[in-house]
């Protein structure tokens, strides 16, 4: 016997939206949005998560362009500078996107047997 079949199969995915075949959101925007949560400002969160200020603000632009309702929302810039917010629709669709996260992972979870029987 093969000592591959004691090791069970696990699936696995990432979740995704999509909006007019463009990505939505993912985990990347759900990240930075968080971020952006913490922080008040793209570039503060930019810098926390590794990533370039120009990539973090094509990200929020286009999570912006895409959604029907604002996601985030920019302040511009004073003594302080400017910063950024997570809209409430923002927050909603983190929530709604964690949920189905969850949901999805549980899914995979409780499925994967299936594929594991075909060996057997």
């Given at each position: 016997m093969n000592s591959m079949n004691h090791y069970p199969f696990k699936m696995d995915a990432d979740l995704s939206f999509y909006r007019e075949d463009e990505l939505f959101l993912g985990n990347t925007q759900i990240r930075l949005l968080k971020q952006v949560l913490k922080d008040g400002s793209i570039l503060a969160s930019a810098k926390n998560l590794k990533m370039s200020y120009q990539h973090a603000w094509h990200i929020l632009d286009k999570l912006n362009q895409l959604s029907p309702l604002p996601v985030v929302i920019r302040q511009k810039g004073g003594r302080d500078g400017g910063g950024c917010?997570?809209?409430?629709?923002?927050?909603?669709?983190?929530?709604?996107?964690?949920?189905?996260?969850?949901?999805?992972?549980?899914?995979?979870?409780?499925?994967?047997?299936?594929?594991?029987s075909c060996f057997f």
């Open positions: 917010v997570v809209s409430n629709y923002g927050l909603k669709l983190i929530r709604t996107f964690e949920a189905k996260e969850i949901a999805m992972k549980e899914f995979l979870a409780n499925n994967s047997a299936d594929f594991d």
